[in-house]
């Protein structure tokens, strides 16, 4: 384009560059003119290619035999036949980058670990990334055809369905640019083709088309097993007692807070258990506290097997033991389980090669009639653990007639 400055300064400032005398050009056109007077052409009109800023190239007509003037439709008609070369060359480098685009993408979604996958609106598969099969074990064919539900566990199908709802109810009410920046992330658990299941962080956005009309989702499975189970363990051992892995104080609190509510809903009773060890500093001073350590052990497998699925026994701290019992349909009731406990805690301990006897003293608080709050019911479980503590190996309630509360 250097060669022609005259020219492209004429392109600069007019839509088109008509030439009607080529031998009428001034020195200026140098080259130009010479290149054109070479071909023996005398009029020229020339209209430039132009899409969004660019400039493509020229298209034109020349006269050789005759100088002429073109008329203003033919002019118009040079400028449609200009635009459609723009239209073209412009489709071409969408096309082409496009293809380049595509290419990028499969070859990133054929070699990341994540799997990266689209649905349509009805979380009907559309595409999943090959990486689901190492993830998996499902080839992607056999992945396709999996519905949300044969894909997560129970618990994750739930957590996923009630975000789906709420998410579907709302999109309508987002506009384009929400639409655009729409993303959700989940935690959930996979099920993988061996049984064997893969916890999975889901992160989610909306797939929209031309005019901006979601018409499904595009997604990013990446495999967070390692991490969740890091952060279980965490968490576990926050919440749980390191030596004998019942609840420790906190967790026993939360659950009470909760067993309350139920009672509360269901206009039923509970009761809760305060249990300490008779005599167990002797034993520690004795055998050691590895040796004691081993009892508490023992002292805990006992109390959970004469305990139902239902109940919640924890561990406060030193020979200290707390339990809930819900559903409680009278006092005896609580009775009973308090004689059972008394009976296992009772049963002698091998240690080493020596047996040792062990009681223990319980107190016992009830809802709603001794407290309605956590808080009330231990104050209230731990004076009657103390009462009890006077003659040891024995049960008290804290607020019930002196006939029941001798045991």
């Excluded at 495999?223 to 019942?246: C, F, M, N, P, V």
């Excluded at 300490?276 to 805990?300: C, M, P, R, S, Y």
């Amino acid at each position: 384009m250097s060669l022609y400055p005259a020219w492209m300064k004429s392109l600069r400032n007019d839509p088109y560059l008509l030439i009607p005398d080529v031998k009428a050009l001034g020195d200026e056109w140098g080259e130009v003119k010479a290149i054109l007077e070479a071909q023996a052409i005398q009029s020229l009109l020339v209209m430039p290619i132009r899409a969004e800023g660019k400039l493509y190239g020229f298209v034109g007509f020349d006269s050789v035999k005759e100088k002429r003037q073109w008329k203003d439709d033919e002019i118009y008609l040079l400028n449609i036949l200009a635009n459609q070369f723009a239209s073209l060359f412009v489709r071409q480098e969408a096309e082409e980058a496009l293809r380049q685009s595509e290419a990028r993408y499969r070859l990133l979604a054929e070699n990341v670990s994540d799997v990266i996958w689209t649905t349509d609106l009805d979380f009907n598969y559309t595409y999943i990334s090959p990486s689901v099969t190492s993830l998996t074990g499902y080839s992607v064919d056999e992945a396709m055809q999996l519905r949300l539900k044969e894909l997560l566990t129970p618990d994750s199908y739930r957590i996923a369905k009630e975000a789906i709802t709420k998410e579907m109810h709302q999109l309508p009410q987002l506009n384009r640019h929400q639409q655009r920046q729409w993303s959700r992330t989940l935690e959930l658990e996979h099920r993988c083709k061996d049984g064997s299941t893969r916890w999975m962080e889901v992160k989610t956005s909306l797939l929209l088309d031309a005019q901006g009309k979601p018409i499904g989702f595009l997604g990013l499975s990446r495999d967070i097993s390692e991490r969740h189970q890091a952060r279980q363990i965490l968490e576990y051992k926050a919440t749980h007692d390191e030596l004998t892995g019942l609840p420790n104080r906190y967790l026993f609190n939360d659950r009470l807070k909760h067993a309350l509510k139920r009672a509360e809903r269901q206009n039923r009773s509970l009761a809760v258990f305060l249990i300490d060890l008779d005599h167990f500093k002797e034993l520690n001073d004795t055998l050691g506290h590895v040796k004691g350590d081993q009892v508490l052990q023992e002292v805990a497998r006992r109390l959970l097997g004469a305990l139902r699925q239902s109940d919640t026994i924890g561990r406060m701290g030193g020979d200290e033991f707390c339990v809930i019992l819900e559903n409680v349909s009278q006092p005896e009731d609580a009775a009973n389980v308090a004689e059972k406990l008394l009976e296992v805690i009772a049963q002698p301990y091998k240690v080493d090669d020596r047996q040792w006897n062990l009681s223990a003293s319980v107190g016992i608080s009830l809802y709603p009639q001794d407290g309605q709050d956590a808080e009330t019911l231990m104050i209230c479980a731990d004076i009657a653990m103390y009462r009890a503590k006077k003659r040891r190996n024995r049960y008290r309630f804290y607020s019930l007639p002196r006939a029941l509360r001798l045991s």
